[in-house]
């Protein structure tokens, strides 16, 4: 008789996938989890500034997206992919994994038009799907 084997389903597998780029990258270029989230928040918080500078009158966008739930949702999504990316490059080539390349590939992200495209195209649809319905349950 065949053992029986689970088989994962999609938020399954993409974890898993998420867990061995983490891991892919981490080992090489020594971080510790904390070192590897922080540099995550951070990212996000300077892509939040390149389009909104805090020493301008858009300072108040700033502050609506980063102490938004659904931005960090949404940056969560971009920062796997754009990672899943790299991963795929790094293996695809002779390129050595050095947390300079890593951190290099990570600046390029907060100034890269495919994130700032999701942002206006999709994360502000998420916002906008949210907020009608937090009124739709309040009717």
Known sequence: MKPTVKKLTY????????A????YIQKPVNLT?????????ETACLFLEYLFPRDTTRVDYY???AY???FWIWWKAQW???ESEFVAYVKCSPVVITKTL???DIQQMITDSHVESSFHHNYRKLIQHQERE??????
């Open 11 to 18: 938020i399954e597998k993409k974890k898993q996938e998420y």
């Open 20 to 23: 061995s780029n983490q891991a």
């Open 33 to 41: 989890d904390l070192e590897y989230y922080n540099t995550a928040f």
């Open 63 to 65: 502050r609506l997206h």
């Open 68 to 70: 938004h739930k659904v």
């Open 80 to 82: 796997h992919k754009w």
């Open 102 to 104: 890593w951190l290099e």
């Open 134 to 139: 937090e009124l739709r349950k309040k009717n």
